[in-house]
């Protein structure tokens, strides 16, 4: 059993920063991709960014330059740094853990940046 645990969200202006974390918990295998994904309301979900566990990342266009993704596999927690946020950044954001044996899902943390 694979649990992982989103943290870092919160209500920041245009222009600021945050950090998201996500942990993961249990059974994990060692080869392994994670990805932070993010829901804006009525609208789908999309890919924000991902990183294998040798450290290989993808970042969607839309945020590149502003966002950065790293891992520390030490604590099994990967981080989504955020900078320059946008109102059009603001989504649930969540983090899923991709492996041989499946995928897992974290809640998701809020993210809402005020103009």
């Known amino acids: 059993q694979v649990q992982l645990v989103e943290s870092g969200g919160g209500l920041v202006q245009a222009g600021g920063s945050l950090r998201l974390s996500c942990a993961a918990s249990?059974?994990?295998?060692?080869?392994?991709?994670v990805r932070w994904l993010r829901q804006a309301p009525g609208q789908q979900r999309e890919f924000v960014a991902g990183?294998?566990?040798?450290?290989?990342?993808n970042i969607v266009d839309s945020v590149k330059g502003r966002f950065t993704i790293s891992r520390n596999n030490a604590e099994n927690t990967v981080y989504l740094q955020m900078n320059s946020l946008k109102p059009e950044d603001t989504a649930v954001y969540y983090c899923?853990?991709?492996?041989?044996?499946?995928?897992?899902w974290g809640q998701g943390t809020q993210v809402t940046v005020s103009s």
């Open positions: 249990g059974n994990i295998p060692s080869i392994n991709t």
């Open positions: 899923t853990l991709i492996t041989g044996r499946g995928s897992y």
């Open positions: 990183i294998s566990n040798d450290g290989i990342t």
